[in-house]
C-alpha cells in the first residue's frame, strides 16, 4: 500500500487539528498505520499507531489524552486528531504503513512513507 498525508497548517497554542492519512492499494489483514512527527533539527519519533483491522490504537504517552488516531476503512483514511496543540507539537508529521498486526512503534519496522506534512504551533 502507498500513504499521503494532508491537512498540516499553522495553528495558534490551544487550537485543534486534524490530519489525514489516504491509504491506496489493497488493504490486507496485518495492515498498521501510524503517525510520526520530526520536528525541526530533531529526529523523527513515534505519535501513534492503528491497525486497520479491529482499529486497535496505542498512542505515545506524550500525546495521550491530546491526539486520538481513528480510521475510516470505508474511505480508506486514517486520522490523527490533534488538540490543546502546543509549540512543541511543531513538526513534519508523517504517516506509515507496516505489516504488523502487533504493535510496532520503530520507524523502522515501517515500510511505507509519505512525504509528510508540515503543523506549525505558534505562541
Do not use: H
Not at 483491522?53 to 496505542?58: E, K, P
Not at 509519505?114 to 504551533?121: A, L
Request: with cysteine.
Amino acid at each position: 500500500v502507498r500513504v499521503e498525508e494532508s491537512g498540516g497548517g499553522l495553528v495558534k497554542t490551544g487550537d485543534s487539528l486534524t490530519l489525514s492519512c489516504k491509504v491506496s492499494g489493497e488493504p490486507f489483514s496485518a495492515l498498521r498505520i501510524a503517525w510520526f512527527r520530526q520536528p525541526p533539527g530533531k529526529e523523527r519519533s513515534f505519535v501513534a499507531t492503528i491497525t486497520w483491522v479491529g482499529g486497535y490504537t496505542y498512542e505515545a504517552d506524550s500525546v495521550t489524552g491530546r491526539f486520538t488516531i481513528s480510521r475510516d476503512t470505508t474511505k480508506k483514511l486514517v486520522y490523527l486528531q490533534m488538540d490543546r496543540l502546543e509549540p512543541e507539537d511543531t513538526a513534519d508529521y508523517y504517516c506509515a504503513a507496516a505489516n504488523s498486526f502487533v504493535l510496532v512503534t520503530s520507524a523502522s519496522r515501517y515500510d511505507s512513507w509519505g512525504q509528510g506534512t508540515q503543523v506549525t504551533v505558534s505562541s
